[in-house]
């Protein structure tokens, strides 16, 4: 390991290593425009010039690699002057129009300008100005601010892989804009926001609406995904005004999706926000106490076998642990979080979660995509994917309908029988195989619904279990789920213990349905005679349906837990107080219990927790991943009853009631219609 000097300290530091970032390592800040740490070096803006002895000029300490008995100096005259000179030209071109800038407050160049340049300016032409390019529903721009440091170009090229910015012409006349000169369409281009050092690209539904000063910050997860990226949440107020993201580099690094950062003003519109019941075909508002009291009548009447509990994509853990144990209070044991007719069970954790993690796709040596597509289910699992793929030379392979995964894979068709070849030994992929130590295999969400599936999950692990080389401290099984709810719900039980029941079955044969969100089921399959209770917070479909409406907090407005397709438990935290009259979804489910005469054995949120942890352990993790080990394949034989996998056919920005009563979701969903 290389070892330098920098302001006399003596660092080591891992072979590779730039000046900068043996600088950082020092507790040495350095000033910096174009480098960023999780992009490709650039070297554009020279604001990072550091002086090197036996070097006859200041050195970029972004492009330097760190060399063994390296002597840095990083507060000489010669350095001091050189940043206000660079910062002077800079500034030479930069409008004054700090006081109307959304990046006001956050704005690294005006950060920078003040600790490092001059305190006056010597220029005295006239500014060029450069007209503004349209990027779309999401990104306003103002280009005259552009400093040309070209992060959102690097972005765009190596962690979107879409290539739509670029840099023209050269000097004074150069200019981002995009190819073609139509709106960016990558799901990930938010993050050139956040990645852009002065105010040229801004949010557009954010514009003109707060100062970052003004508003409460609140740490929670995303749940628009299986993923659980973790963000920021800025309200002002009790509305929220923006969502940002939160370093974790195990699960979405610096990044989130587009739909992650700009589905909040969809909280806004469509809420439910006072009880309603339906009268003479026409829902009208009523008090609590009216709605509690009407809806325990009509449970008492009702057979608890034709009594039954489907939830929705969004519901936290705790919500559907109270309302299992109302069911079973009553004795019914129809509940189900998988309204997509998932046949997954959970008697083995290892057989429906993301196994390798996120983190752990780095390293894979190959991976096999079936009857998925990652980019639209599970965006930043798609994003790491591509990092491996060009950082580490991951192999791709895709059995499913081709489509634009941003990188470069190996299609072997939409046929389930190739993974029958592949485990029989006979297919050419096999000898690719053979070489390989850490294979992993994702399974899309849609094919846990097939019908076959059984058979899908068989060869998947045979195929594993044939090829994996590292032993049992890599499983490469993985389910790529697309709801926030289903990996927790599954944790806790909330599927019935008969394998004949599932979602279908119980919306067919239950005459009173508590619908926890559950938005996604198909109407045909509810019971005509069925009295449905709708619990949440949004007027979406199936809420035209009920008979009765419990108003529910969205999780932007509660304290509670999800577990991501990993398997990690973590916490959302309200941001913002709820809206009306709604009440927390588990809140809702303990009133109508009191109310037909059951009393739960917890009346909090820390008591629910802890009977959460009783049941599954997992729930005492907070944070973590467990490991479990590659299940070994029974010799029973499974084969396919269909020649075509299901495929991922959702609107990418309209996946959930949030989602659909959002404007700026529309607008993009129209965009790439």
């Not at 989130?256 to 026409?282: N, V």
């Not at 046949?343 to 290892?350: A, Q, S």
């Not at 020649?643 to 529309?666: A, H, Q, V």
Request: neutral net charge; proline residues 4%; contains cysteine.
């Amino acid at each position: 390991m290389p070892k330098l000097k920098i302001n006399g300290q003596e660092v080591e530091v891992p072979q590779g290593f730039s000046v900068i970032q043996a600088c950082e390592k020092a507790g040495i800040e350095i000033p910096r425009f174009c480098y960023h740490d999780k992009l490709k070096i650039a070297g554009n803006c020279r604001m990072c010039l550091v002086e090197m002895e036996k070097s006859p000029k200041p050195i970029a300490s972004c492009a330097q690699v760190a060399i063994d008995g390296m002597v840095i100096h990083t507060n000489t005259p010669l350095v001091k002057r050189a940043r206000e000179g660079v910062m002077e030209f800079l500034l030479a071109n930069h409008p004054l129009d700090c006081p109307i800038c959304d990046q006001g407050g956050e704005c690294d160049l005006q950060d920078q300008a003040m600790k490092y340049g001059r305190g006056e300016s010597r220029y005295k032409e006239e500014k060029r100005a450069v007209r503004d390019k349209n990027f779309g529903p999401l990104i306003q721009t103002h280009m005259t601010r552009c400093i040309h440091c070209t992060r959102c170009v690097r972005f765009m090229e190596d962690i979107a892989g879409t290539n739509e910015l670029v840099a023209v012409n050269r000097g004074e006349d150069m200019e981002i804009t995009t190819y073609t000169g139509e709106a960016i369409r990558s799901e990930l281009s938010g993050n050139i926001i956040d990645l852009c050092p002065v105010g040229a690209l801004t949010s557009k539904p954010y514009e003109f609406k707060a100062r970052n000063w003004e508003l409460r910050k609140t740490e929670s997860i995303d749940i628009m995904d299986a993923v659980g990226s973790n963000i920021i949440i800025n309200s002002r107020g009790n509305e929220v005004m923006r969502i940002l993201p939160l370093a974790n580099d195990d699960i979405n690094e610096e990044w989130i999706s587009d739909k992650t950062r700009f589905f909040y003003d969809g909280l806004k519109y469509q809420r439910l926000d006072k009880p309603m019941l339906r009268d003479a075909g026409k829902l009208t508002a009523c008090s609590w106490q009216e709605a509690l009291s009407f809806l325990a009548n009509k449970v008492k009447g009702i057979n608890p076998a034709a009594i039954g509990s489907v939830a929705g994509d969004l519901t936290d853990v705790e919500t559907m642990l109270v309302t299992k144990e109302y069911l079973q209070a009553l004795g019914s044991g129809n509940f189900d979080c998988r309204q997509n007719q998932s046949k997954l069970t959970n008697k083995n954790r290892g057989d429906y979660l993301f196994n390798t993690s996120i983190c752990g796709i780095e390293e894979a040596d190959y991976c096999l995509l079936v009857g998925c597509n990652p980019r639209y289910e599970a965006t930043m699992v798609n994003a790491r994917i591509r990092k491996a793929k060009l950082r580490n030379n991951l192999q791709v392979a895709l059995i499913a309908d081709k489509v634009d995964l941003s990188y470069p894979y190996k299609h072997l068709g939409n046929n389930p029988w190739v993974l029958k070849q592949i485990t029989d030994g006979v297919h050419p992929l096999c000898q690719t195989l053979q070489n390989m130590s850490k294979p992993m295999v994702i399974v899309g969400d849609s094919l846990t619904a097939q019908e076959d599936f059984e058979a899908i999950e068989y060869h998947c692990q045979k195929l594993l279990n044939q090829f994996n080389k590292a032993g049992n401290q890599w499983n490469g099984y993985n389910i790529l789920h697309k709801s926030a709810s289903r990996v927790g719900g599954l944790d806790i039980g909330f599927v019935s213990q008969d394998a004949d029941t599932n979602t279908k079955e119980i919306l067919r044969r239950c005459e009173v349905l508590f619908l926890l969100g559950a938005d996604e089921i198909n109407p045909s399959d509810i019971n005509h005679r069925a009295f449905i209770v709708y619990i949440g917070h949004h007027g979406d479909k199936m809420a035209e349906m009920a008979n009765i409406i419990l108003p529910a907090t969205a999780f932007t407005e509660k304290d509670a837990t999800y577990v991501n397709l990993e398997g990690r438990v973590q916490n959302v935290w309200a941001a913002v107080d709820p809206i009306g009259q709604a009440k927390v979804d588990w809140q809702i489910i303990l009133d109508i219990a009191r109310a037909s005469g059951i009393n739960l054995p917890y009346s909090n949120l820390s008591g629910i927790r802890k009977r959460m942890v009783e049941i599954n352990d997992v729930f005492a993790k907070d944070s973590q991943i467990s490991h479990y080990s590659l299940p070994s394949v029974t010799s029973r034989q499974k084969e396919f009853t269909s020649d075509k996998l299901n495929s991922f056919t959702e609107n990418y920005y309209l996946t959930n009631s949030i989602c659909r009563s959002s404007r700026t979701m529309r607008q993009c969903s129209e965009l790439i219609s």
